[in-house]
C-alpha cells in the first residue's frame, strides 16, 4: 500500500548508472524513469556520466574513464609495493633517474586522492550507492586518507633535509598501503568469470610469496648496512664466501649481486631448509631470523590452505563463478538481450556480495532463536504496515518468523502486470514504484511504494492476476511470504485473517480493490463459514481444546451453521457438560432456536443430559414458549412417554396447543395413550380445554373405548370440578386422590418431591413408567427383523401388553403361526420386560 503521487512532472531525472543500466537519483529521493529514457542512457553508460551536488562532480564507478584510471593507478601501485623495500634496503638517496620516476609517481598518487573525494561507493549494510559527497568525504577521511597523504610525501627529501637521521627512512614503508590496490585487483578478477579461476588464485599465492620473500631481503641486506664499513666481517653477507668468492667489501659489489644473494638467504631461510652456507651472524639478524621464520610458518599454512581450497572448491567465490558461469550458458543459449543479461548478472552479483541476508542462515536455527530473530528485524516493520494494522501480536510474530529477505536492484520488475502471484512483498527500505501499463504500451505510475509499503495482496487475497506492474527505483529491501504460508497462518489466527481482509478493503491502494468489495467480502464470508464448521464440529465431537483454541483465535460462539446450530445445540445434543458449560462461560445464547425450533434445552431433553439441562437453566434456559409445545406433542405421537415426562418438568406448557387448537391432553386421549394421560395429568393439563371442533380431551377419551383410561379421565374431572389439587398417588395403590387445597401442605410436598428427584434422578425418571393394574397398553407386534428387506416384511397386529414377555410371545405365535424367541425395539434391542414396552410402541418378535 503506497502514497499516490500528486504530479508526475515533479520528478528529476538528475541520475547516474551503475553497471546495470539503472538509475539512481542525485539528491537522494527515490524516482523512477521511463523505459524509454532508461534505454538512452543505457547506450551512453559507457561515456563519462556524473551527477552534480552542489556544484560537485560526483564519479561513478561504471564509468569507463574511471575504469582506465583505476588501472593506471594498479600499475604505479605495483611499482612502488616492489620498489619500496629496495629503496629502503639497497639505497641511500634515489639516483636522479630514479627521482624523477619516483616524483612522477608521487604526483598520480596525489591526484587519485582528490578523485576518491568524488567517487560514489556502496554502503556495505544497505548495498546501496551513495552520491552524498559529504558522505563521501568522510567516510574516506576516515579510512584511507591519512596513510596515503603520508605515503605521498618525499621521505627521501625529508630523510636527506635531517642530515641523514635513519629514522626518518623508515616511513617509507608507509607507501606498502598501496599494496591494497593490488589486492583489489586480485579480487575483481577472480569474480570474472572470463579469466580461469584457479589461474588467478595460483597467480596471486605465487605473488604473495615472492613478494614476503623480496621484502625479507631488502630487511636482510639493510641490516648488514647499519654496521660501519670496518665491521663488514660480522655480518651475514660481509662474512660470507661461496665457491672462493668473498663478499668482502661488499658495497662494492654490482646492485644485481647483492639483491639476488639476499633474496637466496631469504627463500632458503623461508623454506627453512637451512644450507648452512648463509647464516646470521650478529644479534640482530639472529632476532630477525627467528621472527621471520615464525612468519613463514604463518605464511606456509595460508599457501597450504588455499591450495587444498583450490583442489576441494568449496569457497564462496567460486561457487559465484559457477553459478555466473551456468547463468551465462543459460543467457546464450536463449538469446537472451544486452539489458536483461546485465539485470539477471547484477542480482545474481548482489546476492553474492549481501550474503548478510537471512535465508540459508537464520532458517538453520530452532523455532524458538528464529522468533526472536524475526521479532528484533521484521516484527516492527510488520507492525507499522497498513496491511496488518491492529492484528494481533501472536498473528504478526508468525509472519515474522516466515519472512524471507531479497534485494533488487534500480530498474529490475519484481511484478509483471497480468501475471499469476504467490507472494505478499513488504518494502523495508528503498524505493519501488506501482506502474499500469495501459493496451496502447504507455505507463501510468498509480503509486510510490516506499517503507511499510506492500504489494502483491491484492492479487493474492483476491485470487486475481497482478493489476499493476512494480518495478525498483532506489536499491530496495523487501521482506517476502509465500501464498500458502500465509493461507496457513489466517486460518489458525481467524479474527486476523478476517481483519487483513477489511484492511485491504479500507487501505486499498487500487481503485481495483474498490471494486472488488464483494469478493472480498465472500472472502471473509468463506473464513467465516469455515470457522464455524471447524467450531460446530469441535462442539460435536467434544473436542474441548480445540474448541477452547478456535474461540480464543476469534471465533463466534453463536455464529449457526446452515440449519441454525449453534455449538451449544451440538454440545447439549452430546451431552459435552465441559464444552456446555465452556460456552456459556464465553456468552453463547442458551435460548437460540435452529430452523426446526430446537433449543440447545430441547436438544439435551432429548437425549436425557441431566447435568447439561442443569448447567443450561442454571444460565437461564428455558422451556416456556410457544413452539416448544410442538416438540410436546410430537413426543406423544411418537409414543416416547419418557420425553413427554422431560419436556414437561423442564417447563413446558401442558396446555399448548397445535394448528388445531389440540393440546397434548387431546392428542394422548385420543390415541389411548393411558401413561402419558396420566403424566400430562400430573403436571396440570386441562381436561376442560376445547379443540378446534369443540371436543374435550374427555370426549376423545370416550371415543377410544379404553375403561382405564376412561375411568382415570372421569375421576380427575370430577377432582378438578372440586377445586382440589390432583397428583397421581405415589404409596402404591396408583389410584387418583383428592388432597385439600392447603398452601403449606402444596409447599411441603413439592419441596419433597424435588429432595426426591435430587437424590435419585433415575427414580424420578422412572416414576413415570408406573402404571395401573386396570390401565392397559397396547402394541403393535411385527413378525420380522426390524432389519429385514421391505419384500420380507408383513403387516402387524395391536395387541394388549400382558404382565411377562413369555405371555407376549405366546400371543404372537398364536396369531401369526410361528413360534417367536424374543422381542425387540426398532433399534434391535430386547426386551426382557414388558415393563420396558411403551404404549403404541412397535415390537418386533424374532426366532433367534
Not at 558 to 572: I, Q, V, W
Not at 670 to 681: A, D, H, N
Request: charged share 20%; glycine share 6%; with cysteine.
Amino acid at each position: 500500500m503506497g502514497r499516490r503521487p500528486e504530479r508526475c512532472d515533479e520528478y528529476q531525472l538528475q541520475e547516474y548508472m551503475d553497471t546495470s543500466g539503472t538509475s539512481v537519483a542525485a539528491n537522494g529521493s527515490q524516482e523512477w524513469i521511463s523505459r524509454p529514457q532508461k534505454n538512452q542512457m543505457n547506450h551512453d553508460n559507457s561515456s563519462f556520466t556524473a551527477v552534480r551536488w552542489w556544484n560537485t562532480v560526483i564519479i561513478p564507478k561504471s564509468n569507463r574513464h574511471y575504469k582506465i584510471w583505476v588501472h593506471v593507478i594498479l600499475i604505479w601501485a605495483i611499482y612502488s609495493s616492489f620498489f619500496t623495500p629496495i629503496e629502503f634496503g639497497f639505497l641511500r638517496g634515489l639516483p636522479k633517474h630514479l627521482w624523477w620516476i619516483d616524483q612522477i609517481g608521487q604526483i598520480i598518487f596525489m591526484v587519485d586522492i582528490a578523485v576518491n573525494f568524488f567517487v560514489a561507493y556502496r554502503d556495505p549494510n544497505t548495498y546501496k550507492w551513495t552520491v552524498d559527497h559529504q558522505s563521501i568525504a568522510i567516510r574516506y577521511a576516515k579510512s584511507s586518507l591519512i596513510p596515503e597523504i603520508l605515503a605521498c610525501l618525499p621521505w627521501d627529501a625529508i630523510y636527506r633535509k635531517s642530515g641523514d637521521m635513519e629514522v626518518m627512512r623508515y616511513f617509507l614503508w608507509l607507501r606498502l598501503y598501496r599494496v591494497r590496490k593490488v589486492d583489489a585487483f586480485f579480487r575483481r578478477t577472480e569474480q570474472n568469470i572470463r579469466v580461469n579461476y584457479l589461474f588467478t588464485r595460483i597467480m596471486k599465492l605465487i605473488t604473495v610469496e615472492l613478494y614476503c620473500t623480496h621484502t625479507a631481503a631488502c630487511i636482510f641486506y639493510y641490516l648488514a648496512t647499519t654496521l660501519p664499513a670496518s665491521k663488514e666481517e660480522f655480518t651475514w653477507i660481509g662474512s660470507l664466501t661461496l665457491g672462493g668468492y668473498s663478499f668482502e667489501n661488499f658495497r662494492e659489489i654490482d646492485l644485481g649481486r647483492r639483491y639476488v644473494v639476499s633474496l637466496y638467504f631469504a627463500i632458503v631461510t623461508m623454506a627453512t631448509v637451512g644450507y648452512g652456507d648463509i647464516h646470521a651472524v650478529n644479534t640482530r639478524e639472529m632476532i630477525f631470523v627467528m621472527i621471520f621464520v615464525s612468519f613463514d610458518m604463518i605464511l606456509g599454512a595460508y599457501l597450504i590452505g588455499n591450495m587444498t581450497a583450490l583442489i576441494v572448491k568449496g569457497s564462496n567465490t567460486e561457487k559465484f563463478r559457477d553459478r555466473m558461469a551456468s547463468l551465462k550458458k543459460y543467457m546464450n543459449r536463449n538469446h537472451l538481450n544486452r539489458n536483461l543479461r546485465t539485470q539477471l548478472k547484477n542480482h545474481v552479483r548482489l546476492q553474492y556480495e549481501s550474503q548478510f541476508t537471512d535465508d540459508q542462515v537464520v532458517q538453520e536455527l530452532p523455532l524458538s532463536i528464529r522468533a526472536k530473530v524475526s521479532e528484533s528485524l521484521y516484527v516492527s516493520i510488520i507492525e507499522r504496515t497498513l496491511l496488518f494494522r491492529n492484528c494481533s501480536n501472536e498473528f504478526i510474530n508468525q509472519l515474522g518468523m516466515r519472512m524471507h529477505e531479497e534485494y533488487f536492484l534500480p530498474g529490475e520488475v519484481v511484478m509483471e502486470q497480468g501475471n499469476a502471484v504467490d507472494q505478499i512483498y513488504i518494502v523495508a527500505g528503498g524505493a519501488l514504484v506501482e506502474v499500469f501499463i495501459n493496451p496502447n504500451g504507455s505507463d501510468e505510475i498509480i503509486a510510490n511504494l516506499e517503507a511499510e509499503s506492500t504489494f502483491g495482496e491484492v492479487a493474492v487475497l483476491c485470487s486475481i492476476p497482478q493489476p499493476s506492474t512494480v518495478r525498483v527505483v532506489d536499491l530496495c529491501k523487501v521482506l517476502r511470504i509465500g501464498q500458502q504460508a500465509f493461507f496457513g497462518i489466517m486460518r489458525v489466527y481467524f479474527a486476523d485473517g478476517r481483519q487483513v481482509l477489511n484492511n485491504l478493503l479500507k487501505f486499498g491502494k487500487d481503485a481495483a480493490v474498490k471494486h472488488m468489495g464483494s469478493e472480498i467480502g465472500y472472502n471473509i464470508t468463506e473464513l467465516e463459514v469455515e470457522l464455524s464448521l471447524k467450531v460446530n464440529n469441535a462442539a460435536y465431537q467434544g473436542n474441548t481444546l480445540y474448541l477452547k483454541s478456535l474461540i480464543k483465535s476469534g471465533a463466534d460462539p453463536n455464529r449457526a451453521d446452515y440449519d441454525g446450530r449453534t455449538p451449544l445445540h451440538l454440545a447439549a445434543m452430546k451431552g459435552h457438560e465441559d464444552i456446555v458449560r465452556f460456552l456459556v462461560q464465553e456468552g453463547a445464547q442458551v435460548d437460540s432456536e435452529d430452523i426446526f425450533g430446537n433449543t440447545p434445552l430441547i436438544e439435551a431433553v432429548k437425549g436425557h443430559h441431566t447435568q447439561v439441562i442443569k448447567i443450561l437453566r442454571s444460565a437461564g434456559a428455558s422451556l416456556a414458549y410457544r413452539s416448544a409445545g410442538d416438540h410436546l406433542h410430537r413426543a406423544i405421537l411418537a409414543g416416547n412417554s419418557e420425553l413427554v415426562r422431560s419436556l414437561l418438568d423442564n417447563g413446558v406448557d401442558p396446555n399448548s396447543r397445535d394448528h388445531n387448537g389440540q393440546t397434548a391432553l387431546h392428542i394422548a386421549a385420543s390415541k389411548g395413550m393411558v401413561v402419558t394421560v396420566r403424566i400430562l395429568l400430573e403436571h396440570g393439563a386441562s381436561l376442560h380445554a376445547r379443540e378446534r371442533w369443540g371436543r374435550t380431551p374427555m370426549q376423545e377419551s370416550l371415543q377410544f373405548g379404553s375403561n382405564a383410561l376412561e375411568a382415570i379421565m372421569k375421576e380427575a374431572e370430577m377432582y378438578s370440578t372440586a377445586g382440589g389439587l390432583t397428583r397421581l398417588s405415589e404409596k402404591g395403590d396408583n389410584s387418583l386422590h383428592m388432597l385439600d387445597s392447603d398452601p403449606q401442605y402444596d409447599a411441603a410436598l413439592l419441596s419433597e418431591r424435588s429432595t426426591e428427584e435430587e437424590s435419585c434422578p433415575q427414580q424420578r425418571c422412572g416414576s413415570f413408567l408406573m402404571f395401573d393394574k386396570e390401565a392397559k397398553r397396547r402394541c403393535t407386534l411385527f413378525p420380522f427383523a426390524p432389519w429385514t428387506a421391505p419384500k420380507d416384511q408383513r403387516r402387524g397386529l395391536v395387541v394388549w401388553i400382558p404382565n411377562t414377555i413369555s405371555e407376549l410371545l405366546e400371543v404372537a405365535s398364536q396369531q401369526f403361526g410361528e413360534e417367536y424367541k424374543s422381542a425387540v425395539n426398532q433399534d434391535g434391542g430386547e426386551f426382557r420386560k414388558t415393563e420396558f414396552i411403551r404404549d403404541s410402541e412397535r415390537v418386533y418378535l424374532i426366532n433367534e
